[in-house]
């Protein structure tokens, strides 16, 4: 009976130490992203389901697709997207003054509403986060993190469609088959028209269709909602970049005298009848409203822009019938000084984390997640067996999801969630070499074809240029939003002019009462601030 008993406690501790070994074993060896127990320390953090709330100011969609269930089931997190209705702008300085903020924020890298959030500490800083939580971020954005430091050495946010692809930006959109009855020879791109040509063609065109399908039609509009495209557009004609550099020195573009040479033509072409005299006032669904008639023949802005509007043209008319894009120059400019395609290398949107998230590292998870290779892929291309496969090494899309995006690229991408979520975004090609962008870059559409032939020697990195506006708050901050006001105001008027001499008469004023508004107190800092950066970067 003792030696039963004896036994019997012996195995009973064999199986106890035993337990005690697995259970080292178990924490010893616990993944990066499993929940620490109940007083367990370290960098472990939880992959219990969560639900994080996301300001995405370019869509307000439900997150349900196919895609982003595929991002919850492999993360555990759910968005919940928050967009206004209204101007996303307007709403995130009323969230910033409420301190009304959701877990994640995107908004555009380059407004002044970056420094506001990060100078009000609404957003926290992230480079501990990414240290232990994104080894994917730090390999996947490199020297970008180092470009988009905070003053104080921090990454308040991470950049969106960040790294410099050799891709066009804005161009002279025409309808390809009407240039091809009217100027043959150029048609098929490789050769830009001088601003003199286009202006004839212009006008050629109002001569030969003054009604398309029994309405009256219109030689070139402009998306009234995006005034710096549209003027974008004209600066890449006359060789213009987002400052005038005279001596190392920044001074406002408007002090560069082409621009006072390209103002004068716009004022022309509008005095001429050849500009939409609504422009200035068109909404955006407006503007791609009227393209859609097919009684446009050009608009101005981003080539990708009029993508709405070539759908419904392509279907009702023809392919020709599309708004291809093509290089204008100023008379007397050398072709290759056009700088249509003026790309930040650091991105077009800023991503950033509240301070009211409560579940910052699992964020930060999340979001290394979506910005490796594999969460690229799976936002920009899809699931893979069910939209992609894996052929040779390589990733290959079925070929229903490109007919799909080469039918309807707005349904498609809403209905299948492909390409719905462009976060962390990287631009250029995978580890084995197909383009991140599925959609975008893996088919090029012949308008894509027509952008790259016409405006690829257009391309150049603006990120010297970006956020070297004075901190808000300070006095300089104040002149530049009212020298702002200035200028929109004033160029709007000077476009719209009824004589030369007036527009020249409105630009000359406009330069007068930005003096009087403390120009050159704001140049100083974008100056100093030039220098710093330069230095910085070198």
Same mark, same amino acid.
């Given at each position: 009976?003792?030696?039963?008993?004896?036994?019997?406690?012996?195995?009973?501790?064999?199986?106890?130490?035993?337990?005690?070994?697995?259970?080292?074993?178990?924490?010893?060896?616990?993944?990066?992203?499993?929940?620490?127990?109940?007083?367990?320390?370290?960098?472990?953090?939880?992959?219990?389901?969560?639900?994080?709330?996301?300001? @995405?100011?370019?869509? #307000?969609? $439900?997150?349900?697709?196919?895609?982003? $269930?595929?991002?919850?089931?492999?993360?555990?997190?759910?968005? /919940?997207?928050?967009?206004?209705?209204?101007?996303?702008?307007?709403?995130?300085?009323?969230?910033?003054?409420?301190?009304?903020?959701?877990?994640?924020?995107? %908004?555009?890298?380059?407004?002044?509403?970056?420094?506001?959030?990060?100078?009000?500490?609404?957003?926290?800083?992230?480079?501990?986060?990414?240290?232990?939580?994104?080894?994917?971020?730090?390999?996947?954005?490199?020297?970008?993190?180092?470009? +988009?430091?905070?003053?104080?050495?921090?990454?308040?946010?991470?950049?969106?469609?960040?790294?410099?692809?050799?891709?066009?930006?804005?161009?002279?959109?025409?309808?390809?088959?009407?240039?091809?009855?009217?100027?043959?020879?150029?048609?098929?791109?490789?050769?830009?028209?001088?601003?003199?040509?286009?202006?004839?063609?212009?006008?050629?065109?109002?001569?030969?269709?003054?009604?398309?399908?029994?309405?009256?039609?219109?030689?070139?509009?402009?998306?009234?909602?995006?005034?710096?495209?549209?003027?974008?557009?004209?600066?890449?004609?006359?060789?213009?970049?987002?400052?005038?550099?005279?001596? #190392?020195?920044?001074?406002?573009?408007?002090?560069?005298?082409?621009?006072?040479?390209?103002?004068?033509?716009?004022?022309?072409?509008?005095?001429?009848?050849?500009?939409?005299?609504?422009?200035?006032?068109?909404?955006?669904?407006?503007?791609?409203?009227?393209?859609?008639?097919?009684?446009?023949?050009?608009?101005?802005?981003?080539?990708?822009?009029?993508? !709405?509007?070539?759908?419904?043209?392509?279907?009702?008319?023809?392919?020709?019938?599309?708004? %291809?894009?093509?290089?204008?120059?100023?008379?007397?400019?050398?072709?290759?000084?056009?700088?249509?395609? #003026?790309?930040?290398?650091?991105?077009?949107?800023?991503?950033?984390? +509240?301070?009211?998230?409560?579940?910052?590292?699992?964020?930060?998870?999340?979001?290394?997640?979506?910005?490796?290779?594999?969460?690229?892929?799976?936002?920009?291309?899809?699931?893979?067996? &069910?939209?992609?496969?894996?052929?040779?090494?390589?990733?290959?899309?079925?070929?229903?999801?490109?007919?799909?995006?080469?039918?309807?690229?707005?349904?498609?991408?809403?209905?299948?969630?492909?390409?719905?979520?462009?976060?962390?975004?990287?631009?250029?090609?995978?580890? @084995?070499?197909?383009?991140?962008?599925?959609? #975008?870059?893996?088919?090029?559409?012949?308008?894509?074809?027509?952008?790259?032939?016409?405006?690829?020697?257009?391309?150049?990195?603006?990120?010297?240029?970006? !956020?070297?506006?004075?901190? !808000?708050?300070?006095?300089?901050?104040?002149?530049? &939003?009212?020298?702002?006001?200035?200028? $929109?105001?004033?160029?709007?008027?000077?476009?719209?002019?009824?004589?030369?001499? /007036?527009?020249?008469?409105? %630009?000359?004023?406009?330069?007068?009462?930005?003096?009087?508004? !403390?120009?050159?107190?704001?140049?100083?800092?974008?100056?100093?601030?030039?220098?710093?950066?330069?230095?910085?970067?070198?």
């Amino acid at each position: 009976m003792y030696a039963k008993k004896w036994m019997l406690s012996m195995l009973t501790a064999i199986m106890t130490i035993t337990l005690m070994s697995a259970c080292a074993s178990e924490k010893t060896n616990k993944p990066d992203n499993t929940a620490p127990a109940d007083g367990e320390t370290g960098d472990n953090v939880g992959t219990e389901p969560i639900t994080i709330t996301f300001f @995405d100011k370019n869509t #307000g969609d $439900k997150f349900d697709n196919a895609v982003a $269930k595929e991002i919850t089931k492999r993360t555990g997190v759910t968005i /919940e997207i928050q967009q206004p209705t209204g101007n996303p702008t307007e709403k995130l300085n009323l969230m910033l003054a409420s301190e009304d903020l959701p877990d994640i924020i995107m %908004f555009d890298r380059s407004s002044d509403l970056v420094a506001k959030y990060i100078e009000s500490r609404a957003i926290i800083p992230l480079n501990e986060l990414i240290e232990k939580y994104g080894p994917d971020v730090s390999e996947m954005y490199g020297d970008v993190l180092n470009k +988009t430091r905070y003053k104080d050495g921090n990454n308040y946010y991470l950049s969106n469609w960040y790294g410099l692809e050799h891709e066009p930006v804005f161009a002279i959109n025409m309808r390809k088959d009407i240039v091809k009855e009217l100027a043959p020879a150029k048609a098929e791109g490789g050769e830009p028209f001088t601003a003199s040509e286009f202006k004839q063609l212009l006008t050629d065109f109002k001569a030969k269709y003054p009604q398309i399908d029994g309405k009256a039609t219109t030689a070139l509009t402009m998306d009234g909602e995006n005034f710096g495209g549209s003027l974008g557009t004209f600066k890449g004609m006359f060789g213009l970049k987002n400052f005038y550099e005279v001596d #190392g020195a920044l001074q406002y573009d408007v002090k560069n005298p082409k621009y006072r040479e390209m103002i004068l033509f716009m004022n022309d072409l509008f005095r001429s009848g050849l500009m939409d005299k609504e422009w200035a006032i068109n909404k955006r669904q407006v503007w791609e409203q009227k393209i859609a008639t097919g009684t446009v023949f050009a608009s101005t802005g981003a080539y990708w822009d009029v993508g !709405g509007a070539n759908t419904i043209l392509r279907k009702d008319r023809s392919e020709d019938a599309q708004l %291809f894009p093509y290089k204008v120059v100023a008379d007397g400019l050398d072709p290759s000084k056009a700088t249509y395609g #003026g790309r930040s290398s650091l991105g077009w949107d800023a991503i950033a984390i +509240t301070k009211k998230n409560k579940n910052p590292e699992r964020t930060m998870q999340f979001i290394n997640f979506l910005a490796s290779e594999e969460g690229q892929y799976l936002l920009m291309w899809g699931i893979e067996g &069910q939209h992609w496969d894996m052929k040779d090494g390589k990733h290959t899309p079925r070929p229903e999801v490109l007919e799909g995006f080469k039918n309807d690229w707005n349904a498609y991408t809403k209905e299948t969630g492909i390409r719905k979520w462009t976060w962390f975004v990287k631009t250029g090609k995978g580890s @084995d070499g197909t383009p991140y962008d599925l959609p #975008g870059r893996y088919e090029r559409s012949v308008i894509d074809q027509m952008a790259l032939k016409n405006l690829s020697d257009t391309v150049y990195d603006s990120a010297i240029y970006d !956020g070297l506006s004075p901190q !808000g708050g300070t006095p300089e901050a104040l002149n530049e &939003q009212k020298i702002s006001d200035i200028t $929109k105001q004033a160029l709007t008027k000077a476009i719209m002019a009824p004589s030369a001499e /007036e527009a020249g008469a409105i %630009f000359d004023q406009m330069l007068s009462d930005m003096k009087a508004a !403390g120009d050159e107190k704001v140049e100083a800092v974008y100056t100093s601030n030039y220098k710093t950066r330069l230095e910085l970067w070198s």
